[in-house]
C-alpha cells in the first residue's frame, strides 16, 4: 500500500473522528485535521461557500493571512473546476491554472516546488456547501488514492460540515450566526477576527441585535464603528428594512433638524421643496447617528425628544408624525466626560447608552492583524488585477510589531499603498511567477514607536564588515533575514535567553518572535514552544 491509499480502518477512523467533531468548540479545527490525518498533505483548508465566494473557517500548513482572505470562485479558475463538479478533482504538477494559495505554504514563501494540489467539493442535497483543498510538497501523492473512497470521505465531511454549521447556529442563538458575504460601500459587512475582544463584541452585538435598545458604539477613529453598527442592524428583526447613516459632524448647525427630521418647501431660505428627514427615511428601520458627541447642544434637546416619543416635526410644519426607529450611535469621544464637562446632556447620553459597545483598538486584538491584512490583501488584488498577491512573512512581522493609532483604517491604506508598490516592482523585475509579494520596503508611512525603530536603526548587518561600495546586486531578502537575525541573537544575549523579555525589548508577541526565529534557523525548541 503506497502512502497515500486509504484503507477500510483509515476510513472508519476518519468517520469516528468526524462524528466526535461535530460536539467540540473546534469543530472546525477537528474536521482538517481528520482529513489530514486520512490523507498524507502539508496543507489542508476547510472553506464555506457564501453566494459563490468561499471563506476559509479552518487550516493547517498555510500562512495566518488566509483565514482572512476571501475567495471569489468566478476569479480562481482551480477553485472554479473544483466547484463545477462533484467528485474530486486533482490538479498535475506542472498544472497552468494559477493556484490561489501561491507563496503562502509554510516554509516556502514564493518560491514553492513542484507539488500536488486536490480539491474536494462538499455538496449536501445538490448545494455546494464547502470545499476541502490539499496541498502536498510531493508530486503525484494524490493520484494513487481511489476515487471511490475519496468520495466517501467528501460525503462524510459535507454532512459533518453541514452538522457543524448547524450546530454552530445553534450555540450562537441567532438566526444571523452565518452571515452571507457581501460588501456595502465597499467595506467588509463581516467582522474579520478572532481575538478574545473581538469574540466578546461578537457576543455582546448578538445579545442585543435582537432587541430594540438604542445602542452607544464608542471606540477610536478607524476602529471600525460602523461596521458594528451594521452588524447590529444586520442581526436585528429590521434587517429587511433600511438603515441610514447620518453624519453629525458633517451638517452645519442651522441645517441640522432639517437634515433629521425633514421641511416643508419655503421653511427656510432654500427650501425650494419639501424634504423627508433621516427619521423618516429609516421609518421601521435602523437610524445610526456618527459623530454623535459632535452634536451642539442646542439641537440635543430636540433630537432626545425626538427619540423619547417616536415622534417627528418638519421645520415649518405644524403636524407632528409618528415614527418606528431604532436608534444607533456611535462616537470616539468619551461622552461621559463631555456629561461631566457640560458639553452633552446627560439626559440624551443616558437615553443613548441603554446597551454601550465599546469597540476595542487594533493594538488590542491580538493575533487579528494577519487576519486582517490578508483580507484587505485580497480586496486589493482583486482591485489592482492581480494573480496573486501575498505578504511576506518580514512584512507580517513588521504589521504584528506595529502599534496602529489609526487602527484598522490604517492598516487597510498601509495595506493598499503595499500593494500599489509591491504591483510596480513586480513590473519592473518583469517577475514571471505571478505573484506579487509585499515585503518590509513596500510598507510606506509606519511610525514605529521609538523602542523599536531605534532597534532597527542601529542593528548592524553579519555582512557589514565586508560591504563595498560596489554596485554589485543585493539580495534584498538575504540583507532582511541578516539584521533580524542579530537583532534577535542581540536581545537574546541581553536578557540571559529569556525570550518572553526578549520579546518584549523588540515589541513584539513572544509567539511571533518565536517563529520568526525558527525561520531564521536560530530556534531553540527546547525554550521555546510554539
Not at 490578508?374 to 488585477?385: D, Q, T
Not at 513590473?427 to 532597534?455: A, D, M, W, Y
Request: with cysteine; charged share 25%; proline share 4%.
Amino acid at each position: 500500500m503506497t502512502v497515500n491509499q486509504i484503507s477500510n480502518n483509515a476510513l472508519l477512523s476518519f468517520a469516528l473522528d468526524l462524528a466526535s467533531a461535530v460536539t467540540l468548540p473546534n469543530r472546525f479545527e477537528q474536521l482538517v485535521n481528520a482529513v489530514r490525518a486520512t490523507i498524507n498533505c502539508d496543507a489542508v483548508v476547510l472553506l464555506i461557500n457564501h453566494h459563490g465566494v468561499l471563506a476559509p473557517i479552518a487550516q493547517r500548513g498555510l500562512s495566518e493571512d488566509l483565514m482572512g482572505r476571501r475567495f471569489d470562485i468566478d476569479e480562481h479558475p482551480r477553485l472554479k473546476e473544483i466547484c463545477a463538479g462533484h467528485y474530486p478533482v486533482r490538479f498535475p504538477s506542472d498544472s497552468p491554472l494559477p493556484d490561489p494559495y501561491d507563496g503562502m505554504v509554510l516554509g516556502y514563501g514564493e518560491h514553492l516546488p513542484v507539488h500536488s494540489c486536490m480539491g474536494v467539493p462538499l455538496y449536501l442535497e445538490g448545494k455546494l456547501i464547502g470545499v476541502v483543498t490539499l496541498d502536498s510538497i510531493q508530486p503525484g501523492v494524490f493520484d494513487e488514492i481511489d476515487n471511490r473512497a475519496l468520495e466517501i470521505i467528501s460525503t462524510m465531511a459535507a454532512m459533518t460540515l453541514n452538522t457543524s454549521m448547524l450546530m454552530t447556529r445553534l450555540e450562537s442563538q441567532s438566526q444571523h450566526a452565518q452571515q452571507v458575504l457581501k460588501v456595502m460601500s465597499e467595506q467588509p459587512s463581516e467582522m474579520i477576527g478572532q481575538s478574545k475582544v473581538m469574540q466578546d463584541l461578537k457576543q455582546a452585538i448578538q445579545l442585543v441585535a435582537s432587541s430594540d435598545f438604542a445602542t452607544l458604539i464608542e471606540g477610536e477613529t478607524g476602529v471600525g464603528k460602523e461596521l458594528v453598527a451594521r452588524s447590529l442592524h444586520e442581526q436585528s428583526s429590521r434587517s429587511d428594512a433600511p438603515m441610514v447613516y447620518v453624519n453629525c459632524a458633517a451638517i452645519p448647525q442651522h441645517l441640522i433638524e432639517s437634515e433629521l427630521f425633514g421641511h416643508v418647501k419655503g421653511a427656510f431660505t432654500g427650501a425650494d421643496r419639501d424634504r423627508e428627514g433621516k427619521f423618516l427615511l429609516a421609518d421601521g428601520g435602523t437610524l445610526l447617528l456618527d459623530e454623535i458627541g459632535e452634536l451642539p447642544l442646542e439641537v440635543q434637546g430636540t433630537l432626545l425628544r425626538a427619540i423619547q416619543n417616536q415622534e417627528i416635526q418638519a421645520v415649518g410644519k405644524d403636524q407632528v408624525r409618528k415614527v418606528d426607529v431604532r436608534i444607533l450611535a456611535a462616537t470616539n469621544r468619551h461622552l461621559e466626560t463631555e456629561v461631566a464637562e457640560q458639553r452633552f446632556r446627560a439626559d440624551l447620553f443616558h437615553r443613548l447608552s441603554v446597551f454601550p459597545l465599546q469597540v476595542p483598538a487594533l493594538r488590542e486584538r491580538q493575533g487579528d492583524v494577519p487576519l486582517l491584512a490578508g483580507f484587505f490583501a485580497e480586496r486589493f488584488r482583486r482591485k489592482l488585477g492581480l494573480q496573486q498577491l501575498t505578504i511576506a512573512a518580514a512584512a507580517m512581522e513588521l504589521l504584528d510589531a506595529y502599534h496602529w493609532p489609526g487602527n484598522v483604517r490604517e492598516l487597510e491604506h498601509v495595506i493598499s499603498r503595499a500593494a500599489l508598490f509591491a504591483k510596480a516592482d513586480a513590473v519592473k523585475s518583469e517577475r514571471t511567477s505571478g505573484i506579487t509579494v509585499i515585503t518590509p520596503s513596500h510598507l510606506t508611512g509606519l511610525q514605529l514607536n521609538n523602542n523599536f525603530h531605534k532597534k532597527i536603526q542601529t542593528a548592524p548587518l553579519e555582512s557589514d564588515a565586508t560591504q563595498d561600495s560596489s554596485d554589485d546586486t543585493i539580495d534584498l531578502r538575504e540583507k532582511t533575514d541578516t539584521y533580524q537575525r542579530n537583532m534577535i541573537r542581540r536581545a537574546l544575549e541581553q536578557n540571559n535567553g529569556n525570550w518572553t523579555k526578549a520579546a518584549q525589548q523588540l515589541s513584539m508577541d513572544r509567539a511571533n518572535l518565536a517563529r520568526l526565529a525558527k525561520r531564521l534557523g536560530i530556534f531553540v525548541a527546547k525554550e521555546v514552544r510554539i
